[in-house]
């Protein structure tokens, strides 16, 4: 579930004005060609993100907005990349956005269109461009960029995954499930050697080698962002709350069943939704899975190897 | 009786693991999880082959079972799976089976 659009008032548009580290970057398009007399336009900056080795330019004439960017994605910045997938947004009157809308994912001529009441996005995957159109705050930006995300990891192999994550002596452990699961809690019981990438949302990628896990800043309105660091995939647990900490391992059909349960995805098109259904079980038929049920306690981490 | 003839639909992604067959619609993302039995019977819904034929030859033959159960059940699984939209019914071959 996507957080909803959060208000934007006096004080996060002060926040925002007040944030001044931003990297400026001329950027090509109508708003510097002076040839057509454009002098008058504002410069474009851009904020390039690096989530999942998967650098996403953002571009934009507002000062505030590229400083809460920078504020908000801090640890996943990487000025001077060449980005990978680049969006114009268009900043509007927050007046427009409706709450009530639901969020649509839709495909055709080989572009994605994204749209709920608070963004409208396009997005075209063989260009890698895109636009998207919002108001100033952090919600929106957040959603698309998930929604992004999941679209260009639909074809690849990899997906966006409701699981804590950490790695320990250079191997990556996901701790999937629901809301409620016991994401956070697990996390909070990490041994010091452990590092932890997210306590919500990681980041799957398939490689020649196997299945490597990101950090990610995506989190819930409470929770804190993740940490920009990777490994490969030693195990996934599924995570079930109970007296005692017990370990299970589970076989492929309901690792399959339990994995889609808790993969991040918005779109109903046969193609990526069949893409992803088949990523899931070539997953769980390469990487060990096991039910972890666990008491709050953090011996649990010693079934952790 | 006529004949019932059943295909699978191309909205649909499905998943041998383990010996057990997994299926998605697309049309919700709605898994559903087959056992033996009504695995035989999606594997051979080709679209062609009358389910009456199908349960003879695929449920009858590999499991203990009379004919006219087999086929109760299958039907019965059958108006199960269409109604979710995974399985396609008709009495009439359907064109595009390959």
């Known amino acids: 579930m996507l957080p909803p659009l959060g208000p934007r008032g006096e004080g996060l548009a002060a926040e925002l004005a007040g944030t001044a580290n931003q990297r400026l970057r001329a950027a090509p398009g109508p708003e510097t060609d002076f040839r057509h007399g ?22 934009t004439s507002d000062s505030c907005f590229t400083g809460m960017l920078q504020e908000r994605y801090a640890g996943f910045l990487t000025p001077g990349a060449l ?20 969020l649509r994912v839709t495909t055709a001529a080989g572009r994605w269109w994204l749209e709920r009441g608070d963004f409208w996005a396009e997005f075209d995957p063989a260009a890698r461009r895109g636009r998207i159109r919002q108001s100033a705050n952090p919600y929106s930006i957040d959603s698309v960029l998930r929604i992004v995300h999941t679209l260009m990891l639909a074809g690849t192999g990899g997906f966006l995954l409701h699981a804590a994550s950490g790695s320990r002596n250079g191997r990556a452990f996901l701790f999937a499930g629901p809301s409620g699961a016991g994401k956070t809690t697990i996390a909070s019981l990490a041994p010091t050697d452990v590092t932890l990438f997210t306590d919500e949302v990681s980041y799957v990628r398939k490689r ?18 993740g ?18 900490n017990r370990l299970e391992p589970v076989g492929p059909a309901e690792a399959a069943r339990r994995l889609l349960e808790d993969i991040l995805f918005f779109a109903r098109e046969r193609g990526p939704v069949g893409q992803l259904f088949q990523a899931a079980c070539d997953f769980v038929t390469q990487v060990p899975t096991y039910r972890l049920t666990f008491a709050p306690d953090a011996r649990v981490w010693e079934m952790v190897v | 009786m006529r004949a019932q003839y059943i295909a699978r639909s191309p909205r649909i992604a499905a ?30 819904a080709d679209g062609r082959t009358p389910l009456r034929e199908i ?11 009379d004919p006219e159960t087999a086929l109760r059940d299958a039907e019965e699984l059958v108006r199960e799976l269409s109604a979710h939209g995974i399985l396609l019914s008709s009495d009439q071959p359907f064109p595009d089976a390959a």
């Open chain 2, 15 to 44: 998943r041998l693991l383990g010996g057990e067959m997994i299926v998605i619609s697309a049309e919700d993302s709605a898994l559903f999880s087959l056992n033996d039995i009504a695995t035989a019977i999606w594997l051979a």
């Open chain 1, 208 to 225: 020649p080698e196997g299945y490597w896990c990101y950090g990610t800043p995506f989190t819930g309105e409470l929770a804190k962002p």
């Open chain 1, 38 to 59: 454009l002098l008058a336009a504002p410069r474009a900056l851009e904020v390039i993100l690096n989530i999942g080795d998967l650098p996403i330019g953002l571009r």
């Open chain 2, 55 to 65: 349960v003879e030859q695929r449920v009858c033959a590999e499991y203990a079972v």
């Open chain 1, 227 to 244: 940490v920009n660091a990777s490994a490969p995939v030693a195990a996934l647990y599924l995570l079930a709350k109970g007296d005692a």
């Open chain 1, 83 to 102: 980005p990978a997938v680049e969006f114009d947004v268009e900043l509007v009157s927050p007046e427009a956005a409706s709450l009530d809308d639901d």
